[in-house]
C-alpha cells in the first residue's frame, strides 16, 4: 500500500490552460500535440473547463510550444488560483463574446430585415455598383473582429492537415463573403441565376456562435464553483508565534513544525495538531456535515476550515500542497478532467466528424448544382454552407465533460470524492457491494458497553481496578476502559507486579490484592472457577461484545464488555443499498459470532468472518467471476488489495488522511450512507451524459440533412443558414444546462 501511495506522490503532474480550443475535435488535436513531447506519459484534456494535465517529466515550455504549434496556446496553473481572478477572467471573455455578438448583430440584422423589404438597391443598379461594394468591406472588418479568432484557428490547424469547429465556421462564413462578393463583380453575367449576397448571413451567423459561447460560458463558469468555493477555503495568511510573538505572515511562509495561533470565527491555515486551548471547529467542508466537531488537545485540525468559539494553539503538520485542502483540491481537478469509458467513443467521432462534414457539404453543393432548380448556383451555394454552420460538432464535445464537472464538483460539496471518470461511470453499476467491519459499518472506537458487578463489588469498584490495572497496558481495548475511568472522573490506584500474558489478559497488585483481569483462558490459567457466569459471556459474546473477567484474590468480582458500536447510519445506509438492488456482504477478520452480532444490527446477512487481509482480494476475485459488478468499502490502508481488486474501490476516510490515493472514491465523513447516494450520483451522471449525447448525436443527424434539404422537395421547406447558427449555438447551451441539473437531483431516496 505505501508502495502505491508513493508512485502516485512522486508522478510529476502538469496543470494547463489551453486556449483556443472550440469543440471536442479541438480535443484529439491537444491531446495528440501534448502527447508527442518527450517525457509525456499520458495527457487528459478537459474541453469543458479548457484545461489539460499532463503526467511526466518535462519541461512546460515545450508544452507550450508543442500546443502553439498545434494553434492553440497553454499556459500553465500552478498553487491556489485565486477565485476572484478567475471569475474575472470568466466575466471578461463573456463580455467580449457578448461585443463581438452584439457587433455584428447590430450591422447583420438591419441588412437582413431591408434585404427582405427590398429597401436595398439590386447588385446590378447603379447605385448597387457602389452601395454592395462597400457592405462587402464593412463585413470584412466585422468578420474580422467578431470572427477573426475563427478564420485563425482554422488557418493554423489547416497547416496541420486538421480540422475542427472552426475550420467549418471560417469555412461557412467565408464562402457567404467570398461568394457575395463574386455576386457583385459578375451580376452582369449571373442575371439568369437571379444573384443575391450573403453578406448578412456571414455576420448574422457569427452573431449566433459569439452569443452562444458567450451563453456557454456563463453556464459554464457555474460547474466549477465546487473548485472556486474550496480555493477560496484556503487563508491568504495565518498567525504563527515566533521568539514568543505573534505575527501575521503569508501563507507560503509558514514551515512545518511551526505553532499558529487561531481564535474565535478565523479560518485554520494549515494541517496540525492542537498543542493548547480547546474550541469547536465546523469542518463541514470536509465531511459535508453542519455540526461542529469538539477540538482538544492532540486533535487534528484541517486547512480550511472554520473555528467557532474557542481559541487554541497548533503546530503544523502539513503545509502547501501536503494540506488535506490542497489533496482535495487536486482530486477534484483530476477527476474532473478525467474520461470515463463513454466519452472515449465521443471523442473518436468527434476526431473525424469535421472532415466528413467538409465532405457531406461538397457533396451537398454538387446535388444541388446538378440537379436544383434555378438559380442551381445559389441553391448549391446556401445548402452547403448551412450544412457546414449547423455540423458544428461543440455540443457533442461538451456532453460528456460538462456532466462530470458538474457530477465531481457536486460529491465534493458533500463529502464525496470521486477521483477518477471511470470510477463516477462504474459505481452505478455495482451489483454487489462489499463492507468491511471496523471502522465501516461500526465506528472503530472500542467502548465499554456493559459492567457486570458480583458480591461487594459495584460497578465503579469494578471499572477503577480494571483502569488501574490496564493503565500500564498497550492493549487497544485498554483505550476504552481507560476513557470509561475518565469520563466518570474515577481516581486510579497505584499497581506493582505488572504483568501482561499474550492472548489471555493481565496481572497485577493493588493494596495487596492480587488482581487477574483477562479472558476465561487467563482465569483456567490462574485456576479461578467461572462456570457460573458462562452463559452471560456467551450473551455478551453474541450481542458482539467482547467479555474480560476481574477477579480479586481468584474470586470473580465483575464482568466488563468492551464493543465497537454500530454508526448510527449504518443499518439506513444498507437498507438503501438493498433498495437499489445492490448485494450486501460484509467481510472483515474478527471472528464469526462476534461478525453475525454487528451484522445482523446493520440488517446484513451474508458475512465472511475470520478473512484476512490479502484473501479479502479473493472474495472479491470470486465474486467478479460469478458476473458481479463488485464495490469494496475499507478504510483504504489494510484493505488495499481487495479496493485494488474490487471494480470500484470505496475508501472511509477523515480528510486528512493519505488514504484519499487508495480509492475511486473516498468517503470524507465517514458515513456509509455516502456510499448509496455516490452510487445514486453515478446512475444519474451516466444518464445525464446519455442525454447529452443522444441529444447531440440527434441533433447533427437530423440536423445535417435538413440543411442538406432533403425536405425541400416534398415540402418545400430548405433551412436558412442563420437560423442553423442559431440552433447550432443552442444546442451548446442546452448540452450545459441539462448538465446543471446535477447540481440539484435528489440522492438520498
Known amino acids: 500500500m505505501n508502495e502505491i501511495k508513493q508512485a502516485n506522490s512522486s508522478e510529476n503532474k502538469l496543470r494547463l490552460s489551453i486556449l483556443g480550443m472550440s469543440c471536442a475535435g479541438c480535443v484529439s488535436a491537444v491531446e495528440g500535440a501534448l502527447a508527442s513531447v518527450n517525457g509525456v506519459t499520458e495527457v487528459s484534456v478537459n474541453f469543458a473547463d479548457h484545461s489539460a494535465i499532463v503526467k511526466g517529466v518535462v519541461d512546460p515550455e515545450q508544452l507550450k510550444k508543442a500546443a502553439q504549434n498545434a494553434g492553440y496556446d497553454a499556459a500553465v496553473m500552478e498553487g491556489f488560483e485565486d477565485p476572484g481572478e478567475q471569475e474575472e477572467l470568466e466575466l471578461q471573455r463573456y463580455q467580449k463574446l457578448m461585443l463581438k455578438a452584439k457587433i455584428a448583430a447590430a450591422f447583420g440584422v438591419p441588412l437582413m430585415i431591408f434585404s427582405h423589404l427590398n429597401w436595398l438597391p439590386t447588385i446590378a443598379s447603379d447605385a448597387g455598383r457602389w452601395f454592395w461594394p462597400f457592405i462587402a468591406i464593412i463585413t470584412l472588418g466585422i468578420m474580422r473582429y467578431s470572427g477573426g479568432h475563427f478564420f485563425s484557428s482554422a488557418y493554423k490547424l489547416l497547416m496541420k492537415g486538421q480540422a475542427n469547429m472552426d475550420t467549418l465556421i471560417a469555412l461557412g462564413t467565408g464562402s457567404a463573403w467570398f461568394y457575395s462578393c463574386v455576386v457583385i463583380d459578375y451580376s452582369s453575367h449571373l442575371t439568369q441565376l437571379a444573384p443575391h449576397a450573403y453578406f448578412e448571413a456571414s455576420v448574422i451567423i457569427l452573431a449566433f456562435i459569439n452569443f452562444g459561447s458567450a451563453l456557454e460560458t456563463k453556464a459554464r463558469g457555474t460547474t466549477s464553483s465546487a473548485i472556486r468555493e474550496l480555493i477560496g477555503l484556503q487563508p491568504r495568511t495565518a498567525r504563527v508565534i515566533r521568539e514568543g510573538i505573534e505575527q501575521d505572515i503569508a501563507i507560503e511562509e509558514v514551515g512545518l513544525a511551526e505553532t499558529l495561533k487561531v481564535r474565535p470565527g478565523e479560518k485554520i491555515a494549515v494541517d496540525g495538531v492542537l498543542i493548547g486551548g480547546h474550541s469547536s471547529v465546523d469542518e463541514s467542508m470536509l465531511t459535508g456535515e453542519p455540526i461542529p466537531v469538539e477540538k482538544t488537545k492532540d486533535s487534528e485540525v484541517v486547512a480550511g476550515t472554520m473555528n467557532q468559539q474557542g481559541s487554541f494553539l497548533f503546530k503544523a503538520t502539513r503545509i502547501g500542497r501536503d494540506t488535506a485542502l490542497a489533496q482535495i483540491i487536486n482530486s477534484v481537478r483530476t477527476a474532473q478532467g478525467s474520461k470515463p469509458a463513454i466519452a472515449k467513443l465521443a471523442d473518436k467521432i468527434a476526431s473525424v466528424f469535421v472532415p466528413v462534414v467538409v465532405l457531406i457539404s461538397f457533396l451537398t453543393f454538387l446535388v444541388w448544382y446538378w440537379f436544383g432548380p434555378e438559380p442551381s448556383m445559389g441553391y448549391a451555394f446556401v445548402t452547403s454552407m448551412t450544412v457546414l454552420v449547423i455540423a458544428c460538432p461543440c455540443a457533442l464535445g461538451l456532453a460528456t465533460p460538462i456532466s462530470v464537472m458538474v457530477a465531481v464538483g457536486r460529491a465534493a460539496q458533500m463529502g464525496i470524492l470521486i477521483r477518477n471518470g471511470d470510477a463516477l461511470q462504474s459505481a452505478g453499476k455495482i ?66 507486579g505488572f504483568k501482561a500474558i499474550a492472548g489471555h489478559g493481565i496481572t497485577a497488585t493493588i493494596d495487596k490484592q492480587i488482581i487477574f483481569f483477562g479472558n476465561q483462558a487467563l482465569m483456567d490459567e490462574k485456576g479461578v472457577k467461572y462456570t457460573q457466569h458462562t452463559k452471560k459471556i456467551e450473551a455478551l459474546s453474541a450481542q458482539g461484545q467482547t467479555a474480560m473477567l476481574l477477579a480479586v484474590d481468584n474470586k470473580i468480582a465483575g464482568i466488563i464488555a468492551v464493543s465497537d458500536p454500530i454508526k448510527i447510519d449504518s443499518g439506513i445506509a444498507v437498507h438503501r443499498l438493498k433498495s437499489r438492488g445492490v448485494r450486501v456482504i460484509m467481510v472483515t477478520g474478527d471472528n464469526e459470532i462476534t461478525a453475525k452480532a454487528i451484522a445482523e444490527q446493520a440488517g446484513i446477512t451474508d458475512v465472511r468472518a475470520q478473512v484476512l487481509p490479502e484473501e479479502k482480494a479473493e472474495v472479491v476475485r470470486k465474486l467478479q467471476l460469478s458476473g458481479e459488478v463488485v464495490g469494496m468499502v475499507g478504510d483504504g490502508i489494510n484493505d488495499a488489495p481487495a479496493l485494488a481488486q474490487a471494480n470500484v474501490g470505496i475508501a472511509i476516510g477523515t480528510g486528512t488522511d493519505v488514504a484519499i490515493e487508495s480509492a475511486d472514491i473516498v468517503i470524507l465523513q465517514g458515513s456509509l450512507l455516502k456510499v448509496p447516494e455516490a452510487i445514486a450520483l453515478s446512475k444519474e451522471t451516466v444518464l445525464n451524459i446519455k442525454q447529452n449525447l443522444l441529444g447531440a448525436f440527434f441533433y447533427n443527424t437530423i440536423g445535417i440533412p435538413v440543411a442538406a434539404g432533403v425536405l425541400y422537395p416534398i415540402f418545400g421547406i430548405l433551412l436558412s443558414p442563420m437560423i442553423a447558427g442559431a440552433a447550432m449555438a443552442m444546442s451548446s447551451v442546452t448540452v450545459v444546462t441539462n448538465a446543471n441539473r446535477l447540481r440539484w437531483v435528489e440522492l438520498d431516496k
Open 431 to 496: 451489483t454487489c457491494l462489499i463492507l468491511d467491519k471496523t471502522g465501516t459499518v461500526t465506528e472503530g472506537k472500542p467502548i465499554v458497553s456493559t459492567i457486570e458487578t458480583m458480591g461487594d463489588y459495584d460497578s465503579e469498584a469494578v471499572l477503577r481496578l480494571a483502569a488501574s490495572i490496564e493503565s500500564g497496558s498497550e492493549h487497544p481495548l485498554a483505550a476504552a476502559i481507560l476513557a470509561a475511568a475518565d469520563e466518570k472522573q474515577i481516581k486510579l490506584d497505584k499497581t506493582t
